[in-house]
């Protein structure tokens, strides 16, 4: 039997792995702190719920991902720390982001978010890296779909010039 045969988790991971999975984590930890802060500045209630279901999804993939460069013996990242909470009033009118760009960086995010876990389900060659990220598109791919319909729904969906003929 060789080195890459049996029980996934007992495998090594390779270095485009380990560096593709801390990279991710990072940018999720930033994410997770960019998020709250975000939702401080939130005034419609649809759009800070679909920030809550960020964040917390963002947490659980952070679990996931934690434990498994430390089972690997590699040192996650660096976590920033938790944003202060505070009341859309007390923020300024010019110093607030609205929330139609607040829905704009949720899209953007899961675009890229997208992006980053075919490419690491694409690299992967442990079974279960594969799956866990293969899990963590499905998810937000479901998130993109809500993210777009409140964007249509309250009219901040700017699309690009439409083809009719």
């Known amino acids: 039997m060789g080195i890459l ?5 007992d495998e090594p991971m390779h270095y485009g792995e380990i560096f593709s999975t801390w990279s991710y984590l990072a940018v999720n930890k930033g994410m997770h702190a960019m998020y709250q802060t975000l939702d401080n500045h939130t005034g419609d209630a649809d759009l800070k719920n679909l920030l809550q279901e960020a964040i ?3 947490e659980e993939e952070n679990k996931e991902i934690e434990a498994l460069l430390k089972n690997n013996g590699i040192t996650p990242p660096p976590t920033p720390p938790e944003r202060a909470v505070a009341q859309l009033d007390d923020i300024p009118v010019g110093a607030r982001v609205a929330d139609q760009e607040t829905a704009a960086i949720l899209s953007a995010d899961v675009a890229k978010g997208l992006i ?3 490419t690491i389900m694409g690299q992967s060659i442990r079974e279960d890296i594969g799956a866990m990220f293969g899990k963590f598109h499905t998810a937000k791919a479901m998130f993109g779909v809500k993210v777009l319909r409140l964007d249509k729904e309250k009219g901040w969906l700017i699309p690009p010039p439409l083809h009719s003929k």
Not at 5 to 9: I, K, L, V
């Open 56 to 58: 917390k999804g963002i």
């Open 5 to 9: 045969s049996g029980n996934p988790h």
């Open 116 to 118: 980053a876990c075919s």
